[in-house]
């Protein structure tokens, strides 16, 4: 186990290395949801950037944890993940601490979000969003495992990676109610949102942002994503130590 932690540690190190030398990349990954947040904000009634903006917190970390994927696919076709194999760092490492490096520019990015937010109204409880970042943290691992599972089983066929990941995407978005309420919809799109692990994490950090910590929504987000990160993990380090 001392081993394992041991090797987690230096590939979270490696691949966070990177990331503050060029912290660029966390703005430009967030493109989308402060884009998002431009056109539908003045969209919406007054008061709703309480409900808005932690959906699009939800929403930036959806769009940068499945594309991190693409960073393992780089690395195989450079032959650069097959030198890491052959080291004595242990496999299940290889995975775990690249999906724990997740978390960092999810923290980033939920901090740049508010920041952006706060002056044109929008008010959060810090106890509520330090529960809801540590939810949307077990979120990342899973999704960001999950994203690596896929690179490693497309790793010939790079299409594949961003076909699966294009085609999942938005259905997950859309189907979670980050943009628009589900509440209103016909019963076989709130059918479907309720069979959406996202949906439970969204309605969650609504809660948690605006202070109401110990209700069901919590409840039920923190299973959502514990649930998430556990498939993640296991699905990627089953697949890691099958890669060669």
């Known amino acids: 186990m001392t081993t394992l932690i ?34 539908f904000a003045p969209l919406l009634p007054d008061n709703s ?6 959906g699009i917190i939800v929403m930036s970390c959806l769009f940068a944890c499945s594309m991190t994927g693409s960073n393992l696919l780089f690395e195989i076709q450079t032959g650069s993940h097959e ?16 999906a724990l490096k997740e978390i960092v520019p999810m923290f980033a990015q939920a901090a740049l979000i508010v920041a ?5 109204g929008f008010r959060f409880e810090w106890a509520g969003a330090v529960v809801g970042l540590i939810i949307l943290a077990a979120f990342c691992i899973g999704l ?15 299409w594949m990676f961003w076909t699966v990941q294009q085609t999942l995407l938005f259905p997950l978005l859309l189907l979670a109610g980050v943009l628009l309420p589900i509440e209103n919809g016909p019963g076989w799109l709130q059918a479907l949102a309720k069979g959406n692990p996202l949906s439970y ?11 109401e910590i110990f209700t069901s929504a919590t409840l039920y987000g923190l299973i959502a994503a514990a649930a998430v990160g556990a498939l993640g993990l296991w699905a990627g380090v089953r697949a890691m130590r099958r890669s060669d």
Not at 31 to 39: A, E, I, R
Not at 49 to 54: D, Y
Not at 83 to 98: D, E, S
């Open 116 to 120: 952006v937010c706060v002056p044109f």
């Open 201 to 211: 994490v969204v309605d969650a950090e609504r809660s948690l942002f605006n202070g």
């Open 83 to 98: 030198r890491m194999l052959v080291t004595p760092l242990r496999r299940p490492a290889l995975l775990i601490g690249r």
């Open 144 to 158: 960001g495992a999950l994203s690596y599972t896929l690179a490693l089983a497309s790793k010939n066929q790079e």
């Open 6 to 39: 041991t090797d987690t540690t230096t590939v979270f190190s490696r691949e966070l290395r990177p990331l503050l030398r060029d912290p660029f990349t966390i703005i430009f990954s967030m493109v989308q949801p402060l884009v998002f947040l431009g056109l």
């Open 49 to 54: 950037l309480q409900w808005f903006v932690p």
